[in-house]
C-alpha cells in the first residue's frame, strides 16, 4: 500500500527502516529491497529488533549492529547494547518506516521496540500495518501495571489486546501514553475477524519459536512458562505448545486434570520430547503435556495458560519454582512478574485464587475493548 498510494509520504526523504525477516510483501521480497530501489526513495539506514534484521537469533541473543550484504546500508541493532536508537543512528534520516509483523500480545518485543524509538526519535514514523493473526476482535487479560514495565511490556494495554500495530500505537498517541508523530499506512479488504490464514497472506515464522497459528494463539498463556522451571517447549518441534519438566513423571494424571476443567476449545494429551542443547532441560528426555487446539474460535488462551501454572503448582509444589530475577532498570522483579506485568499472578498461583485473579483480569479486559474502540481502523466482519 506503501508503493501503492503513499509513495510521495517519502519521495525525496532519507528513509530509515525497522524491519526484520518478515517485512516482506505477498511475493516475498524484503521491504528492505523494495524500498531500495523504490524511485526517489534513499534508504540510508537499517535498525534490527530482537532476532535481527533477518530473524535468525534466538531469544534473548544479543544481536550486533553491521552492514546489509545486498544493500550496503548500515543496520543498527536495537536489541544489542542498546534498546533505543542514539542521535548518532538517527542522524542520516527524516522519516522512519516500520514494517514487522507481530503476534497480538503483550508479552512480545517488536512492538515495543518500536514505542521505545518512536518516543526518542523526534521523526515521523510510518508504520505498515499487518494483521493480527490471533484476530483482532479478541481482547483477553489484564492491563499491565507500569511498576512492571519491561521489554515484553511497556504500556498498559491487555495481554491479548486485539489491534494491529498501527491500531496500537494510535491508542498510545491518542491517549498520550506515547508522544510521537505517527502515521499509518492502512490495509485493504481486512476485518477483525479474520485468523492469519484467512487473509490469503503466505506465513512467515515472526520469530524462531512461534512455528505455527495454533502456536501464535496459545502464546499469550503458554508464555508464562519461561518464568517457571519448566519448559514452555523450546528446544522442542512445537514450542509454547508443549510443556514439561523432568519432574512431570505424572504427566498423564495432570492432562486428565486440566482436561476435567474442560476448558473450551482445548484438549490435553500426554507426550515425550528431546530437548535439544541449549535450552531447558537441553539434551534429557521429558515428560511433557501437549496442547491442542480443538477450536480455535473458542480458546482463552490466557486462561490455559494460568490453570496449567496452577495444575503444576499443584501436582508439584516442592519442585516447581519461578525462575530469577530479571533486571527491569533499577528493581529487579522475577520474571514471571515481568511476563504478567503484575506480581498478584504467581501469587495466586501460588494461594489457589486463579478463579478471583481471572475475574478481575476478565474486567480488566472489558475495559480496555471499551478504550480502544476510537483508534480502530478496521470493521468487524461478519461472523
Not at 535450552?279 to 490453570?307: C, L, S, W
Amino acid at each position: 500500500m506503501l508503493l501503492a498510494d503513499s509513495l510521495h509520504l517519502i519521495r525525496g526523504k532519507r528513509v530509515g527502516l525497522l524491519t526484520n525477516h518478515s517485512g516482506r510483501d505477498r511475493k516475498g521480497t524484503s521491504t528492505v529491497d523494495l524500498l531500495f530501489n523504490a524511485p526517489g526513495v534513499k534508504l540510508t539506514a537499517l535498525y534490527g529488533p530482537e532476532h535481527g534484521i533477518r530473524g535468525e537469533a534466538k531469544a534473548g541473543e544479543k544481536v550486533g549492529s553491521g552492514v546489509d550484504a545486498r544493500t550496503g546500508v548500515t543496520v543498527h541493532s536495537l536489541y544489542g547494547a542498546v534498546r533505543v536508537p542514539t542521535p548518532d543512528m538517527l542522524k542520516d534520516i527524516d522519516v522512519l518506516i516500520y514494517d514487522i509483523q507481530d503476534v497480538g500480545a503483550r508479552v512480545y518485543t517488536y512492538q515495543w521496540t518500536l514505542a521505545l524509538t518512536a518516543a526518542s526519535a523526534g521523526k515521523p514514523i510510518i508504520i505498515l500495518d499487518r494483521p493480527n493473526p490471533i484476530r483482532a476482535d479478541r481482547v483477553e487479560g489484564n492491563i499491565l501495571d507500569l511498576a512492571y514495565r519491561s521489554l515484553v511490556g511497556q504500556h498498559a494495554v491487555a495481554l491479548r489486546y486485539g489491534l494491529t500495530p498501527g491500531e496500537l500505537m494510535r491508542y498510545l498517541v491518542g491517549t498520550k501514553a506515547l508522544n510521537a508523530d505517527i502515521t499509518v499506512i492502512p490495509m485493504q479488504q481486512y476485518t477483525r475477524d479474520l485468523w492469519f490464514d484467512e487473509t490469503g497472506l503466505p506465513r512467515v515464522n515472526p520469530s524462531p519459536n512461534l512455528r505455527s497459528l495454533d502456536a501464535e494463539l496459545l502464546y499469550p498463556g503458554t508464555v508464562f512458562f519461561e518464568g517457571t522451571n519448566a519448559t514452555e517447549g523450546r528446544g522442542t518441534d512445537a514450542p509454547f505448545t508443549l510443556i514439561g519438566a523432568d519432574y512431570l513423571t505424572d504427566h498423564a494424571a495432570v492432562a486428565s486434570a486440566l482436561n476435567a476443567l474442560r476448558m473450551p476449545g482445548v484438549r490435553f494429551d500426554t507426550t515425550t520430547r528431546t530437548i535439544e542443547a541449549g535450552y531447558k532441560f537441553g539434551g534429557t528426555t521429558i515428560p511433557m503435556i501437549k496442547v491442542v487446539v480443538t477450536d480455535r474460535n473458542a480458546v482463552r488462551p490466557v486462561e490455559v495458560g494460568i490453570r496449567m501454572l496452577r495444575a503444576f503448582y499443584v501436582a508439584h509444589p516442592k519442585e516447581f519454582s519461578w525462575r530469577g530475577q530479571a533486571l527491569n532498570g533499577p528493581n529487579r522483579r522475577r520474571s514471571i512478574d515481568l511476563l504478567a506485568g503484575t506480581d498478584a499472578l504467581a501469587n495466586a498461583v501460588e494461594k489457589g485464587t486463579i478463579d478471583a485473579l481471572l475475574e478481575g483480569w476478565n474486567a480488566d479486559a472489558a475495559r480496555f475493548r471499551a478504550r480502544i474502540q476510537p483508534y480502530l481502523l478496521y470493521p468487524v466482519g461478519t461472523r
